[in-house]
């Protein structure tokens, strides 16, 4: 059974910083572009970054110069490094494929930002 299983999140003040993770099994996900996709309450998911291979990444312009994403594919495993934290970033994080694949969401790990 392929999953992907997202950790990392908690409670951080404004300012802060959260490494998430995101641990898959099941199948191997190195040749995958992989994203971390986020969703508030009352808004839909949205795509905040991107690894294309192994060093090609994108970002959503709301995240761009303070979340950086990476992925170890020994581990088969993707990491979001968020910094400089902003109460908007509050959401749930999800990582899957992208574009995404229905069966492959998870859990996700949430993330609060006080101000």
């Known amino acids: 059974q392929v999953q992907l299983v997202e950790s990392g999140g908690g409670l951080v003040q404004a300012g802060g910083s959260l490494r998430l993770s995101c641990a898959a099994s099941g199948r191997t996900f190195s040749t995958y572009t992989m994203g971390w996709f986020r969703q508030a309450p009352g808004k839909e998911r949205e795509l905040v970054a991107a690894?294309?291979?192994?060093?090609?990444?994108n970002y959503a312009e709301s995240v761009k110069e303070r979340f950086t994403i990476s992925r170890d594919n020994a581990k088969n495993t993707v990491y979001l490094q968020m910094n400089s934290l902003k109460p908007e970033d509050t959401a749930t994080y999800y990582c899957n494929t992208f574009p995404s694949t229905t069966r492959y969401w998870g859990q996700g790990t949430q993330v609060t930002v006080s101000s």
């Open positions: 690894i294309i291979g192994g060093r090609s990444t």
